[in-house]
């Protein structure tokens, strides 16, 4: 396991989420940062999708 894995919280990661449908939701946003921002949100969905699936696996598991 990564630096990064141990380190992620989803509920940091929804928080950043929001903050990035509100940030391109907003017109003066230039495009640049909005496919930035589309490229990190598709990131943190991944990331949360995965804890979810193992979060899923563990209690299946019990």
Known sequence: MTDMEEKFDYN??????????ARVADPAVPLDEIDRCIKRSDELIARCREYLRTAREQIDNL
Not at 12 to 21: C, N, Q
């Open 12 to 21: 940091e990661a929804i928080a950043e989420l929001e903050k990035i449908a």
